[in-house]
Each structure stands twice: as C-alpha cells, then as structure tokens.
C-alpha cells in the first residue's frame, strides 16, 4: 500500500525534474544566442532559465548551483534595466573592456569566494562542493561583467562551462551536459562577436 502511494509521487518528481532539464536545454540555449547577438531579450529568457535550473540542481542536491540561480535571476533584473538604461543619460550599455582593477577584483572573488562556500557546501553535504564552489563564484563573477556589458565576460564563462560539463555528466544530468557543450560554443562565438563590436579606438576602462 505504501509503494502504491509513493510511487505516483516519486514518478511525478521525475517528471517534474525531466522537464526542467529539457526547458533549461531550450532557454538556456536562447539566451545564450541572445547574449551574442547582443539582444536584451536575452535577461527575460534568462530568468526563465535559472528558474528551470533551480528545480533541476535542488533535486539533484548541488546546493550551490541552486543557490546561484537565485541570484542569476536577481541579477538578471538588474542587467536588464542596466543594458537598457545603465549607460550616461540612461541610455543603453555598449560593449566596453574591463579595467584592470575589475579583472582583479573578480579573480580575488573567485579565489577567495570559492574556499568560503567549499566550506559551507563541505559542511551541508553537498554532493561537489569544491567543484560546485568555484562555477557558483565564476558565473557570478562573469554575470557581474555581463550586466556592465564587459568583453571580459565570456572569459569567465568559458572558464566555468569547461567545469561544469563534466560535472554534470558524474551526476548524471546527461542532457544538462550537452547545453553547456551548446553554451561553450556559443561563449566562443560570442566572444568573437563582441571583440568585432569594440570600435578601434575604444581603450580599456580605467579602473572601477
């Protein structure tokens, strides 16, 4: 009797998480290529996404990961309404190199960032906590770029999509895999793009 009760419910968290992961593969993959083509829809379809990551790395218990989509999607309102109004005049954000001083400050981020929360994943059990650690302070690190319209922000993740694809792929999150294969593509065509949009003459920032 209680294998019949349970089993429905189990069968329903499986379902629940398969369409998480296969609507993440799809919004994710769009806001990806938005973000190349320097799109602004690509915040909307990205709130999305870390909406359908946060069910997916809750059941899969990467605690950090799922941590981490909260904050991809408050940021993603943030860098919406920087892209659109975050330049002088509140007129839209162009694309623009990172001072030195803001490269540091992520890299000292993502360093010191990533032995703080491996201790606290390590401590709630986390089934990859170092690993789990240092993508959660490199996408972060890369979004913060990203709002300000930074080159220097598919560095970032590129650094973190090589991490992640094998990550998921121990866990089994097989077709979570195969987006971030898509998104390490898209981040080097991005990249690309993007270094075309500078104009010749644009010089790197002073330090922020």
Request: aromatic content about 14%.
């Amino acid at each position: 009797m209680l294998q019949s009760l349970t089993t429905p419910l189990f069968t329903l968290a499986n379902d629940a998480v398969t369409w998480a992961e296969l609507l993440g593969f799809i919004t994710g993959g769009l806001c990806v290529f938005l973000t190349v083509r320097r799109h602004v829809a690509n915040f909307p379809v990205g709130i999305a996404n870390s909406a359908f990551f946060l069910v997916l790395f809750m059941s899969s218990r990467l605690w950090a990961d799922a941590g981490l989509q909260v904050l991809f999607i408050t940021l993603g309102f943030v860098g919406w309404w920087q892209w659109l109004y975050g330049n002088a005049g509140r007129t839209p954000l162009t694309v623009t190199r990172a001072g030195s001083r803001e490269i540091a400050g992520c890299l000292v981020f993502v360093v010191f960032g990533t032995g703080a929360l491996f201790a606290l994943l390590r401590a709630t059990h986390d089934s990859a906590p170092f690993l789990d650690a240092l993508t959660t302070c490199l996408s972060l690190a890369a979004q913060w770029l990203l709002n300000a319209k930074r080159l220097e922000n598919w560095y970032f993740w590129i650094v973190a999509d090589c991490i992640y694809i094998p990550m998921y792929i121990s866990k089994g999150l097989n077709l979570t895999a195969v987006v971030y294969v898509l998104f390490l593509g898209l981040c080097v065509a991005g990249w690309r793009s993007w270094r075309r949009s500078l104009a010749p003459e644009t010089p790197a920032l002073a330090a922020v």
